[in-house]
């Protein structure tokens, strides 16, 4: 029997109960760690200062002619403004690159995934390693940029200890529903349609100005966007604007990540396995 044979026979007799996940994720999410880590280490490397950058030049250099922003009654200096935001976009960045470039590769020419789905594994077991990959991704570049915010003092709280583990759940959020979208893309045309998305939302998500700057149908808008919701959790953590309200934010992100989650495995089952 040739192998694409048995891979076949295999796929046909995992399509019952155990055939969504093998508890191995881990596997998947080493292996590309290893391949990010020996091939792609200095891409990866740049994403982490590009946020730093933004920072020093805006936060510090303009923040001298800008002065202080209004963030729930309270004046806080221009770069304590930012800075969240700032890092809530690190996250999403190291997700979003990680779930949908890489993935689409992965897809659509190393054909890695039809390897991968030809042994024991199942679609979520690959939609789990993979979108832990991204969060770790995420994190990293998250966890870099919050060295530089508790270098300059821009931690104005010690609610700031919660920013991690939310930027961690952004990242989540994002790298979930990056790879659901990727999965349905077929082009290098249809991809630039994530980096059409991104930018508007990287600029316009309250993170170089407030909200109240925009009129009230514009504020409704951007209220809906994911990274929105991202930069007010941080930024309230990290400036002591804490409240019930935070909580919307965190429901937001754990919707994302359900939702990514099983669009993610059923679309990998059915390019793979049905």
Not at 182 to 191: A, D, E, I, N, R
Not at 215 to 228: C, F, K, S, Y
Not at 254 to 268: A, C, D, S
Request: aromatic share 14%; glycine share 10%.
């Amino acid at each position: 029997m040739s192998l694409v044979d048995h891979a076949l026979e295999h796929r046909t007799a995992r399509r019952g109960v155990g055939a969504l996940y093998a508890g191995n994720a881990r596997a998947v999410m080493y292996r590309g760690w290893r391949a990010t880590r020996s091939t792609n280490w200095l891409v990866m490397l740049s994403g982490l200062f590009e946020p730093i950058f933004y920072l020093l030049s805006l936060g510090i250099g303009l923040g001298a002619l800008v002065g202080t922003v209004t963030v729930d009654g309270r004046e806080v200096e221009y770069a304590a403004f930012i800075a969240p935001a700032l890092l809530a976009v690190a996250a999403m960045n190291g997700a979003i690159y990680d779930s949908t470039w890489n993935v689409f590769f992965k897809i659509r020419f190393a054909k890695l995934y039809e390897g991968m789905l030809a042994t024991s594994l199942g679609p979520l077991d690959v939609a789990l390693g993979e979108i832990s990959l991204a969060l770790l991704r995420g994190g990293l570049y998250a966890a870099g940029f919050m060295v530089v915010m508790q270098v300059l003092g821009l931690a104005l709280s010690w609610w700031a200890l919660l920013a991690f583990p939310a930027v961690l759940l952004i990242a989540f959020g994002f790298a979930s529903v990056g790879m659901a979208v990727t999965s349905y893309l077929k082009s290098f045309q249809q991809m630039e349609w994530i980096d059409f998305v991104m930018l508007p939302m990287f600029l316009f998500s309250a993170t170089f100005y407030p909200l109240t700057v925009y009129p009230e149908p514009i504020q409704w808008l951007i209220q809906a966007l994911p990274l929105w919701h991202g930069v007010e959790l941080v930024r309230g953590l990290t400036t002591g604007a804490v409240g019930v309200e935070l909580l919307v934010h965190v429901g937001y992100y754990v919707v994302m990540v359900v939702i990514g989650m099983f669009l993610t495995t059923r679309r990998l089952r059915a390019l793979f396995l049905d």
